[in-house]
């Protein structure tokens, strides 16, 4: 994707620090190739988005007839510019569709251009997408969220900001760093399902568990990211979906980019979530193991004052 000399776009901290903790064995390697280790069901599911449709949206910040104009319009400039009036078009807000009747969507989440604070990065500087779709607190019951704040560790994801659990989906607009936040995402899965149940990590193995999109004002470029599980070795790997020009077609592009994420959301969000929702119900309640602490503690009181009772009543 070029960038034009001179731009004004945002900065972003230089990633080769990530090869240094690769190379010192801090940080596993994030391939960029890799379709053989997809599994079938995850190739064919990609074949599946590519075709899907849907209709245009109701509510934009202009009329759709006028894209190409805001496309001109946008060449050469910054990356918040970019965000403001192309990303939207791509990348539909799962929350405002939520809001506009699309109630599946209630429990998704999305967080813009909010540094991942909570959990420790696989090497580089922490990511900070343009935006990050995940799931909300409210997905979850009062059980589920005491798993989750019992699994929680620095090293182990589940909350990325102070709203955002799980991401499924990034967006970068002119930078095609999504790599590494991107896989960690997918490691929050990995970590999550395997205290839950080593035997079934290994199913985990080459299937989608993350999609990203990265575009500028010319191009946008689909991913999905996987996992190859080698006992307790992990390799992250990208491979693309599809790549369009935004302006292909009358703005084809941009449509096609539109209905994929759209099938994202319809389609991978709900197995998405039912993967955590399995993980979690797996594993012991915290609550339930304090309770049977502080009793065992109440009845080891107990039997050390039978004694003195006995004396008394006597």
């Not at 070029?2 to 620090?17: N, T, V």
């Not at 994030?30 to 280790?37: K, Q």
């Not at 791509?90 to 929350?95: F, K």
């Not at 568990?209 to 190859?228: C, G, M, P, Q, T």
Request: aromatic share 8%.
């Amino acid at each position: 994707m070029s960038r034009e000399p001179g731009s004004s776009a945002k900065k972003r901290p230089s990633s080769s620090s990530y090869t240094q903790s690769y190379k010192a064995g801090d940080a596993p390697k994030t391939h960029s190739a890799g379709l053989p280790y997809v599994q079938e069901e995850s190739k064919s599911y990609c074949k599946r988005l590519l075709q899907s449709t849907y209709p245009e949206p109701q509510y934009t910040a202009f009329p759709l007839s006028k894209f190409l104009s805001v496309w001109q319009r946008v060449q050469n400039r910054n990356e918040a510019r970019i965000c403001r009036d192309l990303t939207p078009l791509l990348v539909p807000s799962p929350e405002l569709l939520s809001i506009c009747g699309q109630q599946e969507l209630e429990h998704i989440v999305e967080d813009i251009d909010t540094e991942w604070v909570r959990c420790k990065t696989l090497g580089g500087p922490r990511p900070k997408p343009d935006l990050a779709i995940g799931i909300a607190a409210s997905a979850f019951g009062e059980e589920e969220l005491a798993k989750l704040q019992n699994h929680t560790a620095f090293e182990r994801a589940t909350l990325f900001t102070d709203n955002l659990y799980f991401p499924f989906l990034l967006c970068e607009a002119k930078s095609v760093d999504v790599g590494i936040s991107s896989s960690m995402a997918v490691n929050a899965i990995v970590q999550l399902c395997r205290a839950a149940d080593e035997a079934q990590v290994v199913d985990l193995s080459g299937r989608i568990l993350a999609f990203s999109v990265s575009h500028d004002n010319e191009r946008v470029k689909l991913y999905r990211h996987f996992v190859i599980i080698d006992g307790e070795k992990m390799a992250f790997y990208r491979y693309p979906i599809a790549s369009f020009v935004s302006n292909f077609e009358e703005g084809q592009g941009r449509k096609r980019t539109h209905d994929l994420v759209r099938e994202v959301y319809h389609t991978f969000y709900p197995a998405h979530m039912k993967r955590v929702h399995d993980a979690l119900a797996a594993m012991e309640d915290p609550r339930n193991l304090s309770m049977t602490s502080s009793v065992d503690m109440e009845e080891a009181g107990s039997q050390e004052l039978d004694p003195l009772l006995e004396l008394f009543i006597i």
